[in-house]
């Protein structure tokens, strides 16, 4: 049973989505925030599961359209600008058994991302993975690691 579900996210237009889309479906117990990644998020609160679809796509200065849609797939010149600020800050937010389960394209490098959460003391496997014309999508889960099964 889940006791709590927080959903945050960046963009005004794809928060009211979310929430038009949990009314449609009759679901109530959702504490939709608007903000920039933990900072809806107070300091104590912990969860035991957090899922991320960051924006993941490596984008030049010439693919960028200057519109807040951008902020849904514009990953930096990388694709990592994003993904890189949730691994450094996840930890925080994580119960001692936490898990993460982040999207990602190969095309903003899947191993650095695991080696990332590695070093961050998270034990990570890939569970899906789906190739597309130009690049693949994988999930990844990252299980926080404390005591004894640190690294």
Not at 1 to 17: C, F, G, Q, R
Not at 80 to 105: H, M, P
Request: charge should be negative; proline fraction near 3%; aromatic fraction near 12%.
């Amino acid at each position: 049973m889940v006791n709590k579900v927080v959903a945050t996210d960046i963009s005004p237009e794809a928060l009211k989505t979310a929430i038009e889309n949990a009314k449609l479906n009759n679901i109530h117990h959702i504490d939709f925030r608007l903000g920039d990644l933990f900072d809806p998020i107070m300091e104590d609160e912990k969860f035991t599961v957090i899922i991320f679809n960051p924006p993941y796509l490596p984008t030049s200065e010439c693919d960028k359209i200057h519109d807040r849609l951008e902020t849904a797939w514009d990953g930096g010149f990388n694709g990592r600008k994003v993904i890189d600020k949730f691994i450094y800050s996840v930890k925080n937010f994580l119960t001692n058994t936490g898990r993460v389960y982040l999207i990602q394209s190969t095309l903003a490098g899947i191993e650095e991302t695991l080696n990332k959460f590695n070093r961050q003391g998270f034990k990570t496997r890939i569970l899906a993975r789906r190739k597309y014309f130009f690049e693949e999508l994988v999930v990844i889960e990252a299980e926080k690691q404390v005591g004894e099964n640190a690294y």
